[in-house]
């Protein structure tokens, strides 16, 4: 009789582990290329031993002016897996529930569906239980007054002159 809640225990646990990727693959390519780029930056980081993985989203927002520009900023978690750094194939890595939460605010802005180089992309992240609400607040505001010129003249705002 014990056998059977272990069974389901284990079934539940493969059916979570071999669905990991859902989170990630649901997401829109702009918001995939972010989470990328904030795993690249984590992976750079020599403390990390941990292979981690796009657990799930907290908050998207995205502004698009126009002309193949969108302004992002994403609020996510990351996990670590049972994975060592640097696995290349994570499809086999499963989620550890021994270690805390990354917590990964970004924002930057694409082109083209190309994330630019100007204005920097700022990146904040940090384990869970270390997150304060002032850093929170700094994360938020740092992304409303990052260098974005949604008000700069654009070719719709431009007046042609009478003179011939």
Same mark, same amino acid.
């Given at each position: 009789? !014990? !056998? ?13 582990? #071999?669905? #990991?990727? *859902? #989170? ?15 795993? $690249? ?6 403390? +990390? ?13 995205? +502004? $698009?002016?126009?002309? *193949? ?32 939460? +990354?917590?990964?605010? +970004? ?8 994330? $630019? !180089? ?38 719709? !705002? ?7």
């Amino acid at each position: 009789m !014990a !056998a059977l809640p272990l069974l389901l225990l284990s079934f539940g646990a493969l059916f979570f582990s #071999a669905n #990991a990727q *859902d #989170a990630y693959d649901k997401l829109p390519e702009n918001y995939k290329k972010g989470v990328d780029l904030a795993l $690249e930056k984590l992976n750079a980081h020599t403390g +990390i031993h941990s292979h981690f993985l796009f657990f799930r989203s907290l908050a998207q927002s995205n +502004i $698009e002016p126009g002309f *193949d520009v969108s302004y992002i900023y994403h609020h996510f978690y990351l996990k670590a897996t049972k994975c060592a750094k640097g696995t290349v194939d994570s499809s086999a890595c499963q989620f550890r529930h021994d270690r805390p939460l +990354i917590d990964c605010g +970004i924002c930057y802005k694409t082109f083209g569906g190309n994330i $630019e !180089a100007e204005p920097v992309p700022y990146i904040h992240c940090v384990h869970k239980p270390a997150l304060t609400e002032e850093m929170k607040d700094t994360r938020v505001d740092h992304c409303n007054k990052m260098g974005y010129s949604n008000g700069a003249p654009t070719l719709l !705002a431009s007046k042609g002159t009478d003179e011939v």
